[in-house]
């Protein structure tokens, strides 16, 4: 699959299990591939949300230290905000006709209290704050909204809210 792709390649790069990969990308297929990717490689996923520039930026990636940051587009102005907030991010323009086909990826070995995700609020009570959920959580999450949205297989889910948030 391509997010198994996504993942081999980022394996490839030098990611380890337990590294978190900020996702600054807009909702879309590049945007699922780059998620599931990570996790797939037993990377921790930081969804940001792809309206994020400038201070708030900075801010919330000092605030969850990446070790990956993957963009669409300008991957120097990125760079840049990486350098600002003091961090050895490597910087990753996303590019799916790049991926190579056909990889398999190794059983990472996580459980389901292993962390998964970090989810920043939208900070409506001061900061924003990074909200920590384990591959269970999300699990949980799943299978609930799956539930009572009676969802099938053979269902295809328009998603207007951004990935970054935790309903996305």
Same mark, same amino acid.
């Given at each position: 699959? %391509? %997010?198994e792709s996504f993942g081999g390649s980022l394996q490839s790069r030098g990611a380890r299990a337990g590294d978190r990969v900020a996702i600054l990308l807009p909702n879309g297929v590049d945007a699922a591939i780059t998620l599931w990717g990570a996790l797939e490689a037993g990377c921790i996923i930081v969804p940001l949300h792809a309206a994020l520039r400038g201070g708030p930026l900075t801010q919330t990636l000092r605030d969850a230290d990446p &070790?990956? $940051?993957v963009v669409s587009g300008n991957a120097e102005a990125q760079q840049s905000a990486? #350098?600002? %907030?003091? $961090?050895g991010a490597t910087v990753i323009q996303f590019e799916r006709q790049e991926l190579e086909p056909g990889t398999h990826l190794p059983d990472s070995n996580r459980n389901d209290s292993d962390l998964a995700a970090l989810i920043y609020t939208s900070g409506s009570t001061g900061e924003p704050k990074g909200v920590m959920l384990s591959h269970a959580n999300m699990s949980a999450a799943i299978g609930m909204?799956?539930?009572y949205l &009676? $969802?099938? #297989?053979e269902d295809i889910i328009h998603s207007a809210l951004p990935l970054s948030s935790s309903y996305g």
């Open positions: 699959s %391509a %997010a &070790q990956w $940051l990486c #350098s600002s %907030a003091g $961090l909204v799956s539930g &009676q $969802l099938t #297989s």
